[in-house]
Structure formats: C-alpha cells, structure tokens
C-alpha cells in the first residue's frame, strides 16, 4: 500500500475558498500601497547565502534555509572536515544558495543592482513568499507571505510618517482593530549607552525585543546570561517601564538620556514622528514602546509593530528605518524605511474574529444548470453576455441529475441557479433561483443582466 503523501510541518496547501480569502488580503494590502504611489517588484526566491548572511544577527542565520549544492557537493569535502562535523565550515563548501529569509535584504541587493535604472526616492512594493527554519506553532510558519512597502533613497521623517498612514488605512479596510507601537534605535542605542553596555546593543535589544513573551524576569535572565552586568540590568528596569502618555514618556526620556548624543538623536526623530502623526486622525491605536526593539541588525531608526487588539496572535506588520543596509553590497548612504505585512498572520486574525465578507469579488455569482445538449445550446449565448457584463458565471458542464447540480452549486457558495427546460426555452426565458431565499422568478436574459449586475 502506497504511504500517504504529506508536506513539511510550517506549510499550509490552501483551498479554493481560502484562496479567495487571501487573496482578498493580497487585494486589499496592494490597492492602499498603489493608492501612495509604490510600485511592484519581485526577487527570485532562492538568493546567494553571501547575500543573505550576517544580516539578521547570529539568530536570524540559524533559521535560514540553505539548498545543497548541485551535483556531487561531497567532492569537494576532505574526511577530515567531516570527522570534526563542523556545521558551518561544511555549510560553507556545500551549499552556496538559501530561501530568503525575508524581502528587505534582497530589496537592498536589488537597488544596488539595478541602481542604474532606479530614480530615487525608490517606492517599490512586493509582495511574495519567504522560509524561516523556525519551530512551527501557533501563528508561525515556515513558508509565509510577507506583503513589504519601502522608501530608499530619501532620509526624510515624512516617509516614516507615510508608512503609519498606510497601515491605518490597510487595517481600517479589512476592519481588523489594531494597537501600532513605536520605538527608535537611537533611543536603544542610547540606554545600553547610559547603563554602560554601550557595545552590547545587539544583545540588549534582542531580549527585550522578547519581554511581552516571556516576561521581564526571563529577560533579566537572558540579559544575565548574555553577560550583561547586574548593575546595568537594575538601571535598565525603570526604563523599560515608563510610564504616562506620549508626552510625559518622551519628557522622561530626555531627562534619563541627556547625557547621550544617540539618545538625543532618537529622541528628536520621534518627537518629529508623533508630531506628524498628531495632525492626522487615526483609528487605529498608536502607542510609544520602549520596549519594542525588533530583533533585526539592520534597523537604525524609527521601528514600528502592530498587533490586533481582540487576538493573542503576535505581530501583525513590522518594518522600520534602516541607514546603510546597502552598504554591505558596496553601495553606502542609502538611507530607507519599510514597513511588512504578514499575511498569513493577518488571515489567521480575520478568520478568528470572522471578518472575512459574506461575499468575494472573484467567486461566481450564478451557474447554469445543464440538462443536454439544446438546453446547453439556448444558455451558452446568455452565459457569454453575463461574462461581457463582468458577472461571475459558469455552467455545469455535464448533463447530470439536477440534485447533483444544485448540491455543487452550494459546496462552491453560489448565491443564484438559472435553470431553462423545454418550456423555459420556448418562452425565451429562464429561471432565476436564489439559493440562499429559495425564491425563484421566470424572467428574460435581459432581466437575468440587470438583476445580477446589481
């Protein structure tokens, strides 16, 4: 007996009807990023591992998945290295290719590619899968959508500005309620300066960036065991619990980091941000987190995450500001900013609360029953016209009993049936069913057009 087929654990096969589902997201996302002037692009899935590591920090590289080189990829591989088993000196000899891991770096390797042809400000969007080689659980995946909007090329605090706007606008529109926090680098950058762990920002961020999901004891302890003294833990407390409105927090913060010029820096750049973003309503919920440390390398700048407010599903959307990500392709000084959607995430919180439509654009609206060859031939030329009308339309395309009909009608959601037997043709009409009411009208083709079209 043949083994059941299976796929890898963190990835998804999706159905007809929960494609319409995504790609109602897709849609929705795409239309805000075309409403604010970004273009599409697409990189190739497969990148070469110099170009993706050592960019997301020592964690971001372990997760990367790595493709094994063509051929023979053994040949080249003394027993000696194979006797020490040391992982990342053979990675290195047989596998020169991996999964991008996400959209941001091979964006920065594609303006330094194609820099020739960029004008910038580059406002580009892409939307497409990436791998992480993560542990698959709950709101967590292997393979997922991230739908990424960025501004390269200009150093300009509006651009972060922009990016707050269109994340109200893409949640306002698939009706997901949502808490979006802000932080700066340069304010992180500032507290491991004062607490006296200046060079051990990277360390420092990437623990705290884990406090609403382990707690502060576990990432005192992490901090501990990272190396970070008692002393510098105990300073760093009161920081990460400020407390008051936007004001009294970046008020607070002046005081605590007067002493540093990065601080100040981030301080200024949020002050600008939250400046802006008081001139506009919004309804989504905006929040000052000093928390919030995203645990990128790259980042420089204003940071940015979004959480639903009615789910316990992690982060949303994430992106923010980073400075010389195209630097390490020989290209400095390109500053960009970016902001990415995860889709998979966003349609695991619309499906949880229900807030997917009743009713898709793109699915068919009506089927036509068919019951043989004169009937097929009567409603062919009404199907056309429906199709040059922009109504969703199909016709069962065997002669089978009609109970069989109606019940494939209603597995694929169709909302209205047209039925024309003999006597139905020799008036020239047909039969309009609602599936839904279970009403149904004896009409004209003409009918059949305007009733459905609206």
């Known amino acids: 007996m043949a083994q059941k087929p299976s796929i890898p654990k ?11 589902r995504r790609n109602y997201i897709f849609d929705t996302i795409k239309s805000v990023f075309q409403l604010y ?35 023979n990829f053994l040949s080249k591989i003394d027993d000696k290295d194979l006797i020490e088993k040391n992982h990342i000196k053979l990675t290195n000899k047989i596998s020169e290719k991996g999964l991008r891991y996400d959209l941001t770096v091979p964006f920065a390797r594609y303006v330094v590619q194609h820099s020739n042809d960029i004008s910038f400000p580059f406002k580009r969007y892409q939307i497409q899968p990436v791998w992480r080689a993560d542990r698959p659980q709950k709101g967590r995946y292997r393979e997922f959508y991230q739908c990424d909007v960025d501004i390269i090329g200009s150093k300009s605090l509006f651009n972060e500005f922009e990016l707050v706007q269109i994340a109200d606008d893409v949640f306002n529109k698939l009706n997901i309620n949502t808490v979006l926090k802000i ?59 400020l407390e008051g409105n936007t004001t009294e927090k970046i008020n607070q913060l002046k005081e605590i980091l007067k002493d540093s010029e990065i601080g100040n820096k981030g301080i200024e750049e949020l002050s600008v941000l939250f400046h802006n973003i008081e001139s506009v309503d919004f309804k989504m919920e905006i929040q000052l987190d000093i928390a919030l440390a995203r645990g ?17 599903i992690g982060s949303i959307t994430g992106g923010g500001r980073y400075d010389n990500l195209t630097g390490i392709f020989g290209m400095p000084g390109i500053s960009g900013v970016g902001i990415s959607f995860g889709a998979d995430r966003i349609y695991d919180v619309m499906n949880q609360l229900e807030l997917f439509p009743k009713e898709f654009p793109g699915s068919s609206k009506v089927i036509f029953i068919n019951f043989g060859e004169k009937e097929q031939d009567f409603c062919t030329p009404i199907l056309r016209k429906l199709r040059q009308a922009n109504i969703a339309s199909e016709m069962y395309p065997d002669a089978d009993k009609i109970k069989k009909q109606m019940k494939w009608a209603n597995r694929k959601d169709i909302n209205y049936v047209v039925i024309a037997g003999e006597q139905e043709i020799e008036a020239g009409k047909v039969i309009l069913k609602n599936m839904k009411t279970g009403d149904q009208q004896l009409i004209t083709p003409q009918q059949l057009i305007s009733i459905l079209s609206r």
């Open 10 to 20: 963190g990835t998804r096969d999706f159905t007809p009807s929960e494609m319409i």
């Open 37 to 71: 002037g970004f273009q599409s692009i697409e990189t190739p899935s497969i990148e070469n591992l110099s170009t993706l590591m050592g960019k997301y920090g020592e964690e971001g590289d372990k997760l990367l998945f790595k493709i094994l080189n063509s051929g």
């Open 296 to 312: 990128l390398n790259y980042y420089t700048g204003s940071i940015f995450e979004v959480k639903s407010k009615d789910t316990e």
């Open 183 to 241: 932080n700066n680098r340069k304010i992180l950058a500032g507290i491991a300066e004062i607490i006296g762990e200046k060079e051990r920002i990277t360390d420092i961020t990437v623990a705290i960036d884990k406090l609403d999901k382990i707690g502060i004891e576990n990432v005192n302890s992490e901090l501990l065991g990272k190396g970070i003294s008692s002393d510098a833990i105990k300073k760093l407390q009161p920081i990460l619990n």
